[in-house]
Nanobody, 121 residues
């Protein structure tokens, strides 16, 4: 089985920064994409950012220019640097990975349990 463990959530004031990390562990043959999604109360889960094995990235419109996703391939870890945080960034942030557990496995999506980010004065 493959597990994703997020860390780094918390309470910050508007305009401040926060860095989230997510480490994949367990049975891992290949990770194709790692990313972050978020879900605010009463809203649907939305893409924050994702990074492909090639290194290419894409972001949700609301975070472009403020958030940066990066990946440490050797450590199966992805980071999300969040700058200029706004109250509307308040949400549970979920790590995701599209991965294969062994050679010949079908690529599947895996989710972490989420970490809460609260932006409030």
């Amino acid at each position: 089985q493959l597990q994703l463990m997020e860390s780094g959530g918390g309470l910050v004031q508007p305009g401040e920064s926060l860095r989230l990390s997510c480490a994949a562990s367990g049975s891992i043959f290949r990770i194709n994409v790692m990313g972050w999604y978020r879900q605010a109360p009463g809203k649907e889960r939305e893409l924050v950012g994702r990074i492909m094995s090639s290194g290419s990235t894409n972001y949700g419109e609301s975070v472009k220019g403020r958030f940066t996703i990066s990946r440490e391939i050797a450590k199966n870890t992805v980071h999300l640097q969040m700058n200029s945080l706004k109250p509307e960034d308040t949400a549970v942030y979920y790590c995701s990975a599209n991965a294969e557990r062994f050679h010949g496995d079908n690529a599947m999506f895996y989710w972490g349990k989420g970490t809460l980010v609260t932006v409030s004065s």
